[in-house]
């Protein structure tokens, strides 16, 4: 983890390799030690681990990032939109109805 960049630490796509060499190292020496594993120790080995590298990463482990304009721009457009089209609509009632008493 030491030779990712601090910025890649929650990107799945860049840590997968080096966290399963971990997990692959931590049964090897559960093995050598004669010792079940999972066990206690492993796993307080690893809450230690994530406390230290994915403390700042969201619970689905991707990157948060704006999505692409082509989804971003009508969720920003459409609403403007009608908002300029219901005060046109509201302006032009306004206009008509004064003449009728």
């Excluded at 060499?21 to 090897?28: A, R, S, V």
């Excluded at 994915?54 to 999505?67: I, T, V, Y």
Aim: hydrophobic share 40%; charged share 25%; proline share 6%.
């Amino acid at each position: 983890m030491q030779e990712l960049d601090q910025k890649q630490w929650c990107s799945w796509e860049d840590t997968v390799e080096p966290y399963g060499e971990l997990t692959n190292c931590t049964y090897l020496v559960a093995l050598k030690m004669e010792c079940f594993w999972p066990n206690r120790l492993v796993d307080e080995f690893f809450i230690r681990v994530h406390k230290h590298y994915f403390h700042d990463c969201s619970l689905s482990g991707r990157l948060l990032r704006d999505p692409p304009n082509r989804i971003l721009g009508p969720f920003i457009v459409i609403p403007i939109l009608v908002t300029l089209l219901m005060t046109a609509l509201v302006v032009w009632r306004s206009k008509r109805s004064e003449g009728i008493v």
